[in-house]
């Protein structure tokens, strides 16, 4: 595998967008990462695309892909839709890598896109086997256990949960493109709605609309283009292997995905500047950033609480405000991840800056989280 | 790209399956073909799963892919669902011949499965922008048009696309997995209810469940598990391009995609001993038998009319019933047409054996017919 570079991103602003479809959110971000790569819609290759529900609110079903493209004025072209739910829009990005890496092809475009907004209530409870979504174990259910699991056992407290929160918050308001850009205080999150204890609103990620897209090439084609490329030094896609039910506060899949992205790019968590990790819920962040090694097992609700993990912080997580604050719009998740990894690693990234930064990862997992199965990706990137 | 082999192969019965999910279809399918191999599930170093409707009629959203696998016992490896309508299952193989070509992997398994029993009626009448299904551009409305524009321009005759239907159905008979494996005549494909003129029931495919499923490796891994490898010669992926809208009888999309796959193979057209083409009506065969080069355009009715296309005849063409006989599981389809791909050229077919077959085609095509878009694949396999 030859070396692979990100020259271009794009994003739409995450929110909801009742007025826009699924194919007007891709496309919007789709030009943004051309036009960033300083490209024509002609230069792209082959394209991957992240997304789940397709445009399940008309009813429409198959190749949302090539409707997006299509607006583009990309067509004719290799064009694949993949999905490992949240981690949809991460496995499209190295579907990319992959295709780019092999020599196959020169140039791609990575996008991921999803449209919540009127697929009716929680349209991610479906997300796990349908008895279990009907007996209370959708994502909330779930993370809300492990939320009571890592307290029993670390004495991980509500207001360290409730610290995730504020942070991630904080650091959306310094992001023009995240969804609720509005600071929070640790009661207003312990004082919101419950969702199920001891998960409160915003304790939670918003549904929310919206699109990424990265443009990926060699590093021989990149010098073309520009004189920032951002190196892929790892991008890694496990699944889950059921063996640790026994702690669902721990998920080994991300374990392992981390094990091997940090071997292929050969660093190791200390040498990270910066992290976007899946906090789908606050306890999220927590138990995630203890599976990719940035702390100890347990010791996750410290960081908040101690300012490690905030901007200005030893290792800035979720600087772009994260999925609790930008927004989770599934299948977009993970592409705009790497747009705020190259934002940052571009020096580009604004108030939000982290200054200096030279290496950057981005986490997502999604699926049946109740059996610890679904798909865990980990992508390094550096300058 | 290194040499990429095909060393095992599965599918299930085609049929309605309703006291079956879509996971144990794709187990069924998943065992057969890494057994076929001579493989135990802990081989499968990645998979790739071509599936378009998931587990809708439980409503049942992401995964569907890890689930399958899950009672397979393979696990923790990366493992992607790819979709592109029709072609979902063909998008799969692709995949994981790249995956394996570029070195990455050593053993991979493609699958593919659909489950469209419990899905109401019509389940794809919304492939297609939905105001368009609803106006009647569902696929049996397009291909009726493509019929009547085929019949005005080359004179195709209605027992010529019947005749298709006889043929396909003929072959069927001998293929033991085959959805309606019964013969039919000209007169009662005409007289059956006609679905969109000049197309019936009997000139359209069934609604149909099934997986497939298929072990590739490098050429080296291989010789450790068979001596009868099938050689991926070309695998090829295109989208349209919206071109050849004044001729909606000609696709475009699949010229370039058997061009291309001509090309990286070698050969010609009149190379190949037998084809499995993506007939999801009578015309469609004709059609695309145009398309990839098999006769000139317009002679396409007449190829089933003077027996070419037929066992026995120069150029057999979907010697294993096709989709009008053994089915149409969408994701599936495109893996069981390797399936057959595979038996034919290691002369197991049985009684539908094409006599010393050499080289094969599969072709599939998916997604918004209307506007020529979607996808289009061509695999050439050869001994």
């Known amino acids: 595998m030859r070396n692979v570079v990100v020259i271009g991103v794009g994003m739409t602003k995450f929110g909801k967008f009742p007025e826009m479809t699924v194919e007007q ?4 971000a789709a030009w943004e990462a051309i036009k960033d790569a300083g490209m024509s819609p002609k230069d ?24 997006i493209l299509r607006g583009v004025g990309i067509r004719g072209i290799p064009v694949t839709r993949v999905e490992n739910a949240c981690a949809s829009g991460s496995t499209a990005f190295r579907e990319a890598w992959m295709a780019v890496g092999c020599g196959l092809y020169d140039i791609a475009l990575a996008g991921g896109v999803e449209k919540l907004t009127g697929m009716g209530p929680a349209p991610l409870a479906r997300i796990g086997d349908t008895i279990e979504g009907i007996a209370g174990f959708s994502p909330p259910g779930v993370w809300a256990m492990r939320a009571q699991r890592h307290m029993a056992q670390y004495g991980t407290t509500l207001e360290q949960l409730a610290k995730v929160a504020v942070k991630n918050r904080k650091h959306g308001t310094l992001n023009p493109r995240a969804h609720y850009p509005k600071e929070v205080t640790v009661e207003e999150v312990r004082n919101s709605p419950m969702i199920c204890y ?17 443009v990926i090439c060699s590093e ?19 699944s889950g292997t059921y063996e640790n039910l026994r702690n669902i506060a721990v998920n080994e899949i991300e374990q392992r995905a981390a094990k091997e992205a940090y071997e292929r790019a050969g660093i190791g968590p200390e040498d990270l500047d910066f992290a976007e990790v899946h906090d789908c819920f606050t306890i999220a962040e927590i138990v995630r950033i203890e599976n990719l090694g940035f702390c100890n097992e347990g010791e996750g609700g410290r960081m908040a609480e101690e300012g490690v993990t905030a901007l200005g912080g030893k290792l800035p997580v979720n600087p772009s405000g994260g999925l609790l604050c930008k927004g989770h719009p599934v299948g977009a998740t993970g592409v705009a991840q790497v747009a705020e990894l190259c934002w940052q690693l571009r020096g580009e990234a604004g108030a939000r800056q982290v200054q200096g930064a030279q290496v950057g990862l981005a986490h997502c997992s999604g699926g049946f989280i109740g059996h610890d199965t679904g798909a865990s990706t980990v992508i390094i990137l550096r300058r």
């Open 198 to 214: 001891p998960l409160t609103l915003l304790d939670s990620c918003p549904t929310t609309d919206g699109g990424a897209a990265a």
């Open 220 to 238: 021989e084609v990149a010098k073309r283009y520009t004189t920032k490329p951002i190196y892929v030094a790892a991008t890694v896609l496990k």
């Open 25 to 28: 959110l891709g496309r919007v």
């Open 44 to 67: 792209i290759q082959v394209v991957y695309l992240g997304n789940l529900t397709e445009r399940r609110e008309t009813g429409h079903i198959s190749c949302v892909a090539q409707e």
